[in-house]
């Protein structure tokens, strides 16, 4: 789990201008690989999903490293306000483009993109107004939230007690959100290992407590400073 924070600042307005206006972040990048994230982000204690780069622009001519979010359904001003960003998933690495108009269509694909996987983790809200931590599918009783969890990756409910147990450790003690992290954690279970035959999802001596280390840093180069005790 990467988190990131900073302020929000005024860039050359690229975004805005292709359509798809984004919050550019003054913030310190911890060692986080360029490429295109699948983020929660909070603005003013609301959470928003959205998509997130970080890279040196490569299109442009801009070669210092930066990071920019697109917030969904998101259409207010917020220069000069704080911004906390959590990476969830990344989908693709940081890449080139030869003009704007295949920097656009590769955005809106992005933006496709990021929205799918959303669904099927479970965490897009089906109601545009409804608020994204009170999502029906984020508050149900624990035990239908586990048999959710249950049918969609085959984990068993001691594996998945362990996983809440150390979300909420590690200081998520909101349920809705540490539910979240839940989903998330297990997708990149389902992805890492996608051939995976049995019911249920197995783990040998440490395998668990491995696969948490690796979903926390696997976006970071310099990942040993972020392994669990």
């Avoid at 297990?186 to 992805?191: A, G, I, T, V």
Wanted: glycine content about 8%.
């Amino acid at each position: 789990m990467t988190i990131i924070a900073g302020t929000v600042v005024k860039g050359k307005q690229l975004g805005r201008k292709l359509g798809f206006p984004t919050a550019n972040v003054d913030a310190k990048m911890h060692g986080l690989r360029n490429g295109v994230y699948g983020v929660l982000a909070t603005v003013n204690h609301q959470f928003h999903l959205g998509v997130m780069n970080i890279g040196v622009k490569p299109t442009g001519s801009n070669l210092e490293k930066t990071l920019e979010i697109f917030l969904f359904d998101f259409h207010r001003d917020i220069y000069g306000e704080k911004i906390e960003c959590s990476i969830l998933f990344k989908f693709r690495e940081e890449r080139r483009f030869d003009s704007l108009e295949s920097l656009t269509k590769q955005i809106k694909k992005d933006i496709s993109c990021a929205a799918k996987r959303f669904e099927l983790i479970g965490i897009m809200a089906p109601n545009k107004k409804e608020s994204l931590l009170s999502h029906q599918e984020l508050n149900l009783p624990d035990l239908c939230f586990y048999k959710k969890c249950n049918n969609l990756y085959g984990v068993n409910r001691g594996v998945y007690n362990v996983i809440d147990n150390w979300f909420f450790e590690y200081g998520i003690t909101q349920v809705a959100y540490r539910r979240i992290y839940i989903l998330s954690f297990l997708s990149f279970l389902k992805e890492d290992n996608p051939k995976v035959s049995s019911k249920y999802i197995r783990f040998g001596a440490g395998g668990l407590a491995d696969k948490l280390n690796r979903f926390i840093s696997s976006y970071v180069e310099e990942s040993e400073e972020n392994r669990l005790g």
